[in-house]
């Protein structure tokens, strides 16, 4: 419930502050007072209207969804719109999009204005149908809650299905592309470590010239091996030592030789090249071959797509006639609740003055509600046809049959100027209608007839002093007057105050 509204410098009004309390709310004045400028500014603040005014502050007392956008619930949420070149929205002194707060709004505010038939949406048809039917049958929202799981994993399986049709159609580009990249790693068989064996060996072969010219110099001193073998002998020199070092050095000499290497130096390079191509495709020879083994999984799985298709089928179908049995049961309950819908909206409509509606269920396709399409028809005529307020009438209605059925609604209701163009009695009617709606939502009016003003529980006039707007909450004496100015113009007769009393 909004407790308190605060608007600044919103055109004639400087500033104006309300007080509210539960129940409905009515805004009268004179035409050109700025009542409905008033009302836009409060609508501004939930970004669902323009308005010039460059600052409004509205308290509320209820707990919001808040959480998804990162807002934390107050004891008393602040929403506060401020305006300079652009208008900027707050919630709790937090920024908030205009796009996320008109999908914050919409939870919990009914803006009835426009000529919409969105509160007719078959969705919240069909819920109402089943809440009815749910109060008669204790298992009827198990069976419902079934049919919604076995429904999404019909889709889940569904959208698998349809993805494997897709690769389908490209299966065998894949496969010869998958199998192709196999051949590809498996013909050059690579070895952990072969690469840098390779390039090792590789910068040995560009320097043999070198080597062996080195070596053919440095090969002189096995000539000197016997000379100095006698010479440490004549000394007593244990020569040992000597002879030792020699041959290790001559089995590094032979090391280094290429002479008796079999090996072909055009098929090393072909080999280095091919096996440089694997690392620069896959980053390591490591790489290439965990890619290799994925390429055949891949290659496995798209050679395993008829039996993943084959089974997705057989589970898709085995939904869908689960689902059309289900669907089937749910239009026959459905159907038993039809007329009591039907009768308890027509009760309000014939209150409201309205002709009655009938509603017909037909078959749609098939979706998480079913199979069903609540249609609503008034005396042959579309949606389209109405006035605004018919629509308006008939969605009074409607939120009066849920709130009914449901026995739970809360929220903020917004109606500008809804008894405007009515018949004395049809004003009463939607003031009776709203009275009983005020149970469960905060209601906001613009009135233009003594009937549905009489009903409020906050009754604020807005009028023009001079070039400034103001607004302020009336009672007793001064109510009457003002039901009575709407009853016979500024010239106020004793008859209207005497009728004026009688409706209070």
Same mark, same amino acid.
């Given at each position: 419930? =909004?407790?308190?509204?605060?608007?600044?410098? %919103?055109?004639?009004?400087?500033?104006?502050?309300? *007080?509210?309390?539960?129940?409905?709310?009515?805004?009268?004045?004179?035409?050109?007072?700025?009542?409905?400028?008033?009302?836009?500014?409060?609508?501004?603040?939930?970004?669902?209207?323009?308005?010039?005014?460059?600052?409004?502050?509205?308290?509320?007392?209820?707990?919001?969804?808040?959480?998804?956008?990162?807002? !934390?619930?107050?004891?008393?949420?602040?929403?506060?719109?401020?305006?300079?070149?652009?208008?900027?929205?707050?919630? %709790?002194? !937090?920024? =908030?999009?205009?796009?996320?707060?008109?999908?914050?709004?919409?939870?919990?505010?009914?803006?009835?204005?426009?000529?919409?038939?969105?509160?007719?949406?078959?969705?919240?048809?069909?819920?109402?149908?089943?809440?009815?039917?749910?109060? &008669?049958?204790?298992?009827?929202?198990?069976?419902?809650?079934?049919?919604?799981?076995?429904?999404?994993?019909?889709? &889940?399986?569904?959208?698998?299905?349809?993805?494997?049709? *897709?690769?389908?159609?490209?299966?065998?580009?894949?496969?010869?592309? #998958?199998?192709?990249?196999?051949?590809?790693?498996?013909?050059?068989?690579?070895?952990?470590?072969?690469?840098?064996?390779?390039?090792?060996?590789?910068?040995?072969?560009?320097?043999?010239?070198?080597?062996?010219?080195?070596?053919?110099?440095?090969?002189?001193?096995?000539?000197?091996?016997?000379?100095?073998?006698?010479?440490?002998?004549?000394?007593?020199?244990?020569?040992?030592?000597?002879?030792?070092?020699?041959?290790?050095?001559?089995?590094?000499? +032979? %090391?280094?030789?290429?002479?008796?290497?079999?090996?072909?130096? +055009?098929?090393?390079?072909?080999?280095?090249? @091919? /096996?440089?191509?694997?690392?620069?495709?896959?980053?390591?020879?490591?790489?290439?071959?965990?890619?290799? +083994?994925?390429?055949?999984? &891949?290659?496995?799985?798209?050679?395993?797509?008829?039996?993943?298709?084959?089974?997705?089928?057989?589970?898709?179908?085995?939904?869908?006639?689960?689902?059309? &049995?289900?669907?089937?049961?749910?239009?026959? /309950?459905?159907?038993?609740?039809?007329?009591?819908?039907? @009768?308890?909206?027509?009760?309000?409509? *014939?209150?409201?003055?309205?002709?009655?509606?009938?509603?017909?269920?037909?078959?749609?396709?098939?979706?998480?509600?079913?199979?069903?399409?609540?249609?609503?028809?008034?005396? *042959?005529?579309?949606?389209?046809?109405?006035?605004?307020?018919?629509?308006?009438?008939?969605?009074?209605?409607?939120?009066? #049959?849920?709130?009914?059925?449901? %026995?739970?609604?809360?929220?903020?209701?917004?109606?500008?100027?809804?008894?405007?163009?009515?018949?004395?009695?049809?004003?009463?009617?939607?003031?009776?209608?709203?009275?009983?709606?005020?149970?469960?939502?905060?209601?906001?009016?613009?009135?233009?007839?003594? !009937?549905?003003?009489?009903?409020?529980?906050?009754?604020?006039?807005?009028?023009?002093?001079?070039?400034?707007?103001?607004?302020?909450? =009336?009672?007793?004496?001064?109510?009457?007057?003002?039901?009575?100015?709407?009853?016979?113009?500024?010239?106020?007769?004793?008859?209207?105050?005497?009728?004026?009393?009688?409706? /209070?």
């Amino acid at each position: 419930m =909004i407790e308190s509204i605060l608007i600044k410098e %919103n055109l004639g009004f400087k500033q104006a502050k309300l *007080e509210l309390e539960a129940g409905l709310t009515v805004f009268t004045g004179l035409s050109g007072a700025g009542k409905s400028v008033l009302f836009k500014a409060i609508l501004a603040a939930f970004a669902l209207s323009e308005s010039e005014a460059k600052m409004v502050e509205i308290l509320l007392n209820d707990e919001l969804e808040l959480d998804e956008f990162g807002i !934390q619930n107050e004891e008393l949420n602040v929403f506060k719109l401020l305006k300079d070149k652009s208008s900027r929205y707050f919630i %709790n002194n !937090q920024l =908030i999009s205009k796009k996320n707060l008109v999908l914050l709004s919409k939870k919990f505010v009914k803006y009835l204005s426009a000529k919409e038939n969105n509160e007719f949406s078959n969705e919240r048809f069909l819920n109402l149908l089943d809440f009815m039917q749910s109060k &008669e049958d204790k298992k009827f929202q198990d069976f419902l809650n079934e049919y919604k799981n076995i429904y999404k994993e019909y889709i &889940e399986n569904k959208t698998k299905l349809e993805k494997i049709q *897709e690769e389908e159609k490209k299966v065998e580009e894949l496969k010869e592309f #998958t199998s192709f990249e196999i051949q590809k790693i498996q013909s050059i068989n690579p070895k952990i470590g072969e690469f840098d064996e390779l390039m090792s060996f590789k910068k040995r072969l560009s320097k043999k010239d070198k080597i062996d010219a080195a070596w053919n110099r440095a090969s002189r001193i096995f000539e000197l091996e016997s000379a100095v073998i006698e010479a440490l002998q004549i000394s007593d020199v244990d020569s040992s030592f000597f002879s030792e070092c020699l041959n290790e050095l001559r089995a590094v000499w +032979e %090391n280094q030789s290429f002479d008796d290497f079999d090996f072909d130096i +055009e098929e090393v390079l072909d080999r280095i090249e @091919k /096996l440089s191509s694997l690392i620069s495709k896959y980053g390591s020879i490591e790489e290439a071959l965990e890619a290799l +083994e994925k390429k055949k999984a &891949e290659l496995a799985h798209y050679e395993n797509l008829s039996f993943e298709k084959k089974e997705l089928e057989e589970k898709v179908q085995s939904a869908k006639i689960l689902l059309d &049995e289900k669907s089937q049961r749910l239009s026959t /309950l459905r159907k038993k609740r039809l007329k009591e819908l039907e @009768k308890l909206l027509n009760f309000y409509l *014939e209150k409201l003055y309205m002709k009655e509606v009938k509603l017909e269920l037909k078959d749609y396709a098939l979706s998480i509600l079913g199979k069903d399409e609540v249609g609503l028809n008034i005396n *042959e005529t579309s949606l389209r046809d109405l006035s605004s307020g018919e629509i308006n009438r008939l969605r009074l209605s409607f939120i009066a #049959t849920e709130c009914n059925v449901t %026995n739970k609604a809360k929220g903020i209701i917004f109606l500008d100027e809804i008894d405007a163009n009515l018949s004395g009695k049809e004003a009463m009617s939607i003031a009776e209608v709203l009275k009983e709606l005020a149970k469960f939502y905060q209601i906001f009016a613009i009135s233009h007839l003594p !009937q549905l003003s009489s009903r409020a529980n906050n009754h604020f006039l807005v009028e023009k002093i001079g070039n400034e707007s103001r607004v302020r909450k =009336i009672e007793r004496e001064e109510r009457v007057r003002e039901l009575a100015r709407m009853v016979s113009g500024e010239n106020i007769t004793q008859e209207a105050l005497e009728f004026t009393r009688t409706l /209070l």
